[in-house]
C-alpha cells in the first residue's frame, strides 16, 4: 500500500465549475501538507501549504486536511482552462535536524473545458 | 519563477554512461531536495542536502550520488545509467528544514 493514494483521472470539468481533488494517506506522523501544480513538461507550482488539520484559503484555492481521516482536498473555484494541469499533493513529518522527506502523489489530471 | 535552476533541460545518454545534472537554488535557501518523476507518476524523493551533508536518502542505488556546494548549488551524479532511469529529474530548495520547497523547471533524462 503507497503512503498517499490519489486517484489519477483524468478530471474533466466544464468552465465555472468547482473542483474538488483529494488525497489519502496511511503516515500518521504526517504533519505538513502542500498542493502543487504541474503543468506538463514543467516543474512543481507551490499552490497550498497547510500545517496539521483545518481550512486554508488563498483566491479561488481553498485546502482542507482532516488528519483523523487521514484525508486531504483542494476545492478550486470557478475554473478556469488555465487551470488545466497535474495537481500533486504532497505530505511530510516534522523536520528534524534540516531533514525533510517530503512524500507525493501521483497527481489527479485536470481539464476545464471553456 | 521560483528562482531554482536547473540545467541541462533535457539530454540524451546511453545505457551504461554516467550523467551530471546541475541544481542552482533560490537565494537563501541552504537545504536542496532531489526527485526523480517517471511519466504519470510523482516525484520520488531521491536524497537531500543540507549545508553541503547528505543528511537524508530514499530508496535509490548508490550509483545515485550528489554533492552540494558553498554558494548551496547542487549536483546529482547517476553512474551505469539504466533504461528505468528515464525521466524528469526535479531539484526542489528550501530555507532550513522546515518551509515550502520550490521546484526547478526540472531536466528531462532520456536513456536510450
Known amino acids: 500500500q503507497k503512503e498517499v493514494e490519489q486517484d489519477p483521472g483524468p478530471l474533466s470539468v466544464p468552465e465555472g465549475a468547482i473542483v474538488s481533488l483529494n488525497c489519502t494517506y496511511s503516515n500518521s506522523a504526517f504533519q505538513y501538507f502542500m498542493w502543487y501544480r504541474q503543468y506538463s513538461r514543467k516543474g512543481p507550482e507551490l499552490l497550498m501549504y497547510?500545517?496539521?488539520?483545518g481550512n486554508k484559503e488563498d483566491g479561488r484555492f481553498t485546502a482542507q486536511v482532516d488528519k483523523s481521516s487521514k484525508y486531504i482536498s483542494l476545492f478550486i473555484r470557478d475554473s478556469q482552462p488555465s487551470d488545466s494541469a497535474t495537481y500533486l499533493c504532497a505530505m511530510r513529518p516534522p523536520h528534524s535536524g534540516g531533514y525533510q522527506k517530503v512524500t507525493f502523489g501521483t497527481g489527479t489530471k485536470l481539464q476545464v473545458i471553456p | 519563477e521560483t528562482g531554482v535552476t536547473q540545467s541541462p533541460t533535457h539530454l540524451i545518454k546511453t545505457r551504461g554512461q554516467q550523467v551530471t545534472l546541475r541544481c542552482s537554488s533560490q537565494?537563501?535557501?541552504?537545504?536542496v531536495s532531489w526527485y526523480q518523476q517517471a511519466l504519470g507518476q510523482g516525484p520520488q524523493f531521491i536524497f537531500q542536502y543540507y549545508r553541503e551533508e547528505e543528511n537524508g536518502r530514499g530508496n535509490f542505488p548508490p550509483r545515485f550520488s550528489g554533492l552540494q556546494f558553498p554558494n548551496y548549488s547542487s549536483e546529482l551524479n547517476v553512474n551505469a545509467l539504466e533504461l528505468d532511469d528515464s525521466a524528469l529529474y526535479l531539484c526542489?530548495?528550501?530555507?532550513?528544514?522546515?518551509?515550502?520547497?520550490?521546484f526547478g523547471p526540472g531536466t528531462r533524462l532520456t536513456v536510450t
Open positions: 537565494s537563501g535557501h541552504n537545504t
Open positions: 526542489a530548495s528550501t530555507s532550513g528544514g522546515a518551509g515550502e520547497q520550490y
Open positions: 497547510t500545517y496539521s488539520s
